[in-house]
């Protein structure tokens, strides 16, 4: 299977499609105030660089990273689409945004997910990623956990 990832704006059709449907997912596990997905606007406005990973042609995940005053990239929409789950394309996804951050100085990464995602959680801590206390703009939330990673290549 031939897989890319290109940055996209999250505005592309395929971009959208994506977001959506990991917000209807996400709606489905957690009450408005333990989601904190951005919007496609709000991706927009924040400046996230994002990316869409296609296998054969075919949008099958996103992702995108956030950089915060130098300080750290925070991941932001990482989605892969059921039928494509189980052939590494989230770990693909997660190089690739720490790769992004790499070259833009940022040698830390951050990220805030839900304690129903328990496959990203396990793909997170796989890659490298631990558990740290909620971080600005998160607050104690008993559906959410935090975690960080430092890059290779840090000094």
């Known amino acids: 299977m031939t897989t890319i990832i290109s940055a996209e704006r999250p505005d592309h059709p395929d971009a959208i499609a994506l977001i959506n449907e990991l917000q209807a997912h996400l709606e489905s596990f957690y009450p408005p105030e333990s989601?904190?997905?951005?919007s496609v606007q709000k991706l927009i406005d924040q400046q996230v660089a994002f990316f869409v990973l296609r296998a054969d042609g075919q949008p099958a995940g996103c992702g995108g990273v956030m950089l915060v005053a130098r300080e750290y990239g925070e991941l932001k929409r990482m989605y892969v689409r059921p039928s494509f789950?189980?052939?590494?394309?989230?770990?693909?996804?997660i190089e690739h945004l720490a790769t992004h951050?790499?070259?833009?100085g940022i040698t830390r990464l951050r990220l805030e997910t839900g304690i129903h995602q328990q496959a990203a959680i396990r793909l997170y801590e796989r890659a490298g990623f631990r558990r740290i206390?909620?971080?600005?703009?998160?607050r104690d939330d008993?559906?959410?956990?935090?975690?960080?990673?430092?890059?290779?290549?840090s000094a």
């Open 142 to 153: 008993p559906l959410s956990r935090c975690y960080e990673k430092t890059l290779a290549g």
């Open 101 to 104: 951050a790499l070259a833009h």
């Open 85 to 93: 789950r189980g052939a590494g394309f989230g770990q693909l996804l």
């Open 35 to 38: 989601r904190h997905g951005f």
């Open 133 to 138: 206390p909620p971080f600005p703009p998160y």
